[in-house]
């Protein structure tokens, strides 16, 4: 079992739609949280962090995390195609700094 | 969120020759600098992990004596390939964190190709 999984995708969306990305994780240690945006060719950009449990908002993007069930989402409300990108979910474990990353899930938007 | 630059964005060099890459915080000081090395339509790889002030921490399987590590400062860590060779072309990007379990910032990466 892979520590952090998601489903690579493609996730294809119309614009304007909401993109709901979803991630798990093996690790009941975990504590910290993160999604990034990787446009081909360039580095990953930190798109959203969590630390506790609920529900986060940061614009158009809302991070969800579930400890007890071990998974953490990323939704994309009114979806662009700018959004077009590959979304990696990443996670810490408590005492570490290293990021665990999924694979990554690429998501398609369309005009 | 903080930023981070490295520098040079782009490298090509004679096989045998050694790279130096350049990873500033510019804006906070990084407790931790970690490298990646990324192969194209491929995951992120973390190479090593280097805390200011002391010897960095490598990954299994990347050797340290080829992919030199030093953290100078708080807001500057170095990554110099050593006797380059074509397989070590890539795209090689560092990342920078303030505190232990918090955000990890990355830089805009730099892309080796070793002629």
């Known amino acids: 079992q892979k520590e952090v999984e998601q489903n690579s995708g493609p996730l294809s969306v119309p614009e304007g739609a909401i993109a709901s990305l979803n991630c798990t994780y093996s690790d009941r240690g975990s504590q910290s949280f993160f999604w990034y945006r990787q446009y081909s060719g360039k580095s990953p950009e930190l798109i959203m962090s969590?630390?506790?449990?609920g529900d986060k908002e940061d614009g158009r993007f809302t991070a969800q995390l579930n400890k007890a069930s071990q998974y953490v989402s990323l939704l994309i409300r009114d979806s662009q195609p700018s959004d077009s990108a590959t979304y990696l979910c990443a996670v810490t474990r408590i005492g570490f700094q290293k990021l665990v990353f999924g694979t990554g899930t690429r998501l398609l938007v369309s005009p | 969120g903080a930023v981070v630059s490295q520098h040079p964005s782009r490298v090509i060099c004679k096989s045998g020759t050694s790279v130096k890459i350049e990873c500033r915080s510019l804006d906070f000081q990084a407790t931790t600098m970690f490298w990646y090395r990324q192969f194209p339509k491929k995951s992120l790889m973390l190479m090593a992990t280097s805390n200011e002030g002391s010897k960095a921490t490598y990954e299994q399987g990347v050797e340290k004596d080829k992919f030199l590590i030093n953290h100078a400062s708080l807001t500057l860590s170095t990554l110099t390939v050593t006797s380059a060779h074509p397989e070590d072309s890539s795209f090689y990007i560092c990342?920078?964190?303030?505190?232990?379990?918090?955000?990890?910032?990355f830089g805009p990466g730099t892309r080796l190709t070793v002629l």
């Open positions: 969590i630390y506790s449990n």
């Open positions: 990342s920078a964190a303030g505190q232990q379990g918090g955000e990890q910032f």
